[in-house]
């Protein structure tokens, strides 16, 4: 247990084995709020050092070790921290990827090496799974870190004003807190991987020119914790839930170009929960038609097994149909793949990087192994090429209080060509048309505290969402109808073709009868000789735009971030300043305010 001492002048503790939480004596000299106090403080002290003691694997003595934490909203820093993790752990290291949400688990303290790996989400925001972190992090109640040494890679999108935003704050931070910096920070755009893999190539440059001696870590535990197996743990993010699709439709039958479906997915006995709001992720499969191409072409044995990143033995078909990303091409995928071929045209051009993007660009891994032929002695060594297969998020189209136990989705299945071949989006085409009925999805949901209806119901609300960035309004407009919610609810939408892209029309026609959408305005870009997109409806409607927000109407935007998100802004821009009586710094800090009190709120991708 902790013995608690005391004298005239101090109260300390002293720590054998076990920890309970220590009496303070009768006798002891504080009033009943110090007294208060001092059980609170020595209540969260206690977790801390149980939390400390099991924060490093017995098996962690004698060897470097170094932590990976990583803050992620759609997986890609995760995969990035478990696969860094890895190739330590196989240089003879102790490394740990752990999800920022299980803080709790890791004492920083006493952590000799720590990665950060994070995403910005939102405005400048951390990862849902990391802001109970980053607010004890950037607290006073943060210990110093001056005992450890630190590295952070950002992963972000340059179309957003915040780009990478939280790994700057973490960089600063950890410095703030006495940590030593061992390799700049390394800021990544939407294409992250190989800036990813620069990073850590100087990180474990720079760990070699320390020593790694200097990590090397003494602690001991009571031996190994007991693990829940995997029927223990509830569905989530650990445990996707297998979903079956119910119900499916083309929203748009009469387009021949276009093909964008409504999926209902069952949830019934998965104990996931939802708000309107959220996303969901789902974990897609391969195109089986894709794969047994390369399979037929790939220069060996194919009808074997592989071990699969979670440690799983499966035949390689379905190794490559479940588990691994067999589409993209990276220039650290190339620079492997050049060490397997003899091909002179990759010899001239492997450490050129503007000649290998172009040599990429548009290709998938099946023209690699058209082009390129490489030696491959086994289907282990081809999928160890390969990354884990990501899942993708999607904004939910329902809301849970009229549709309980299912969970709604409005996808568009991407497609294209290059290079003389059909390609297809993975998600996309999957869960269009890939799905037999009745087949299931791996799924788990996704929070966003970033994009939430006002708490108080009678404020009225503006959507804006052209295209599938519908998704969400129309769960909006399902909870307002459940709630009987009295706010007003005004929504902006826009497709190319009245006739074949009016998405859930007969819905939303409903909606008008019932009182609940108090108006709807379209914009068509291709039915007529001009382009008319949302941003120009908001324009047209500009001063009754303005009486909303400025009586206090909150201003969502859902969709496309390259293009439609900032016209979208520009346009409220504008119509502030003009009613507002604002000149352009005035409007500017009127939509930062906007932002501030979550009055203007983006789903943008």
Known sequence: MLYLHYSDRALYLTQPMAITIPEIPEDAPFSAEQRQWLKSYLTDLTKSISAGAQAIPSSAAG???ALFLYGSQSGNAQALSEGFAERFMENGWSADAVDMEDYGTVNLQMEPLVFIITSTWGEGDPPDNAIEFWEKFSSDEQSRLENSRFSVLALGDTNYADFCEMGKRFDARLEELGAKRIAARVDCDVDYEDPAEEWFRVVSSKIEEIGKEVFTTTVTTNGASEVASLEDIPFGKKRPFPAALSFRKQLNPTSTDRDTRHIELNLEGSGLEYEVG???????????????EMLSILPFNTAVSVTTPDGA???????????YSIRQITKSLMKKWHALTCHPYLDAI???DKALDELIEGKEIIDLIYDFPADFKSGQDFVNLLRRLQPRLYSIASSPKKHPNEVHLTVAKVTYEAHGRVRNGVCSTFLCEGMAEDEEVRVFMQPTKHFKL???PSRDVIMVGPGTGIAPFRAFLEEREVTEAPGRNWLFFGNPHEASDYFYKDEFDEMQKSGVLSRIDVAWSRDQAYKIYVQDKIREFSEEVWNWIDGGAHFYVCGDANYMAPDVEKALFELIRKYGNLNDQGAADYIKRLKDEHRYQRDVY
């Open 63 to 65: 060897k470097p070790r």
């Open 278 to 292: 959220d996303a969901i992720a789902t974990f897609p499969k391969n195109d089986a038609a894709l794969i047994d």
């Open 313 to 323: 033995k499966k035949p390689l078909r379905d190794a490559l149909r479940e588990d």
């Open 350 to 352: 492997i450490e050129d």
């Open 454 to 456: 006002p708490e108080d």
